[in-house]
């Protein structure tokens, strides 16, 4: 069974907010990391949408009392690593409440108090703990979720497969617009984007799909950095990445700047606004900018080759699903461009360990959210009924993509130990349980 990341001493950040809004883990008297004493008289409002994670709290720093928003990180560092200090919305952060300040705060510091929560809980940091995995599975017997706990394989796989079929069926509709290798590498820009940005890199493809890229650039689409410039111009998110943040060879630098003069003599502009990505509350890995020189390495391996047929090509083979999963991760898994990284430090100031196109969590999201479906509806359209049976029968036998802590509210509020162990492990199962929450979410009477 995968181990639970919190009891390796990982947890999630919104175990900070919890504690923030639960007055007996806290002292009144709170201390900033620079000796202020501080009082909390209104804690504020939470935001769910992107920008800080409390609005409009009140509070006395040293007897003076301040109206502002309240930032939570497990480290000060993540302020830098998640944008926030370019990103307006956070302008009017009073104060910074962190898990603990081993690295130096250096001129955060100046701009508004810490608070290190860490050595400041009511409680020992053990106990801390066992109250943050209390409250997980508390949250989730408290969802209006009451069929939940009763719930069988055999509704799962059922609702697994209705959702494979409705991603079938989008492609299709797709399809009547683009052909298959733009539609592939469009649904691949999907989860290239994650959840918050998903939305965001499917327009920005569906706009200007790949083969319109190649034609469009031209000679001016040499390298994956070249591309990835090019797709960060349409992307709206120039702005986000300027001429502060070139290398300090000169050599890229000067390629950096012709290409994006290029780019605007053609006539290229962007395609989205800043405003329609999200920033914050991203691991540096998952940020829009670095994403998309992920996808940018990929995009260009294939330039002139069709990515579609290559991987179609291998599942006609027929093999053991591990034994096709291994071939599809061979080919998608690319080494990132030298220049490319030499880039990437400059936009991140802690950049992924894996200078690789796609980790393989994210692989396995790829293969059942993408390439799946889209083999399957093309062997509908070709009428290969046994290519199709086989692909349904890869779909569940695929090693779970969700992270232990991403279902563990789930597996809590389930009676079944047999289905857990499922949940945990088959992204089947994980996929008939994400159609679950979203026919209750649309309120539809499925089990009337």
Known sequence: MPQDKTEKGRFPEYWLYWTYQLADLLPEQLYTTDGRRVQILERGVQNRNNGPDFLNAVIYIDGVCQRGDVEFHIHATDWYRHGHDEDARYRNVILHLIWDSRRPLSALEQRFPHIELKHQLRIDEAAWRVRMRSLEGEASLASPLPALANIDSGLLARLAEQRFQRKADRFAN????????????ISFAEVFGYKLNKGAFRQLLWSCPPSQIHRQGGAGLNSPLQLWLYLVLRSGLLPRWSDRFLPNNAQHTFLIRKSLQAFHESGHTALLKQS????????????????????????????DRSLFSELLEIAMQRLPAGNLLQLWRKKLKLPMD???ITVFPLLAQHPPGAAHTIGESRFRHLVVNAL?????????????????????????????????????????????????KLLRSQAFYQQGILEFYALHQRQTPFFS
Do not use: C, M
């Open 276 to 303: 329609d990505w999200h920033f914050s509350r991203l691991r540096p890995a998952n940020a829009p900018l670095w994403r998309l020189a992920a996808f940018s390495q990929l995009l260009f391996a294939f330039r």
């Open 338 to 340: 030298r220049t490319l």
């Open 174 to 185: 797709w399809l009547s617009y683009h052909s298959a290798e733009d539609v592939l590498f």
């Open 372 to 420: 799946l479906p889209l083999l399957y509806i093309w062997a509908e359209k070709t009428g290969n009924k046994g290519f199709r049976i086989y692909l349904q029968s890869v779909y569940e036998e695929i090693p779970g993509a969700q992270s232990f802590q991403q279902i563990n509210s789930t597996i809590a509020a389930l009676k079944n130990e047999e289905l857990a």
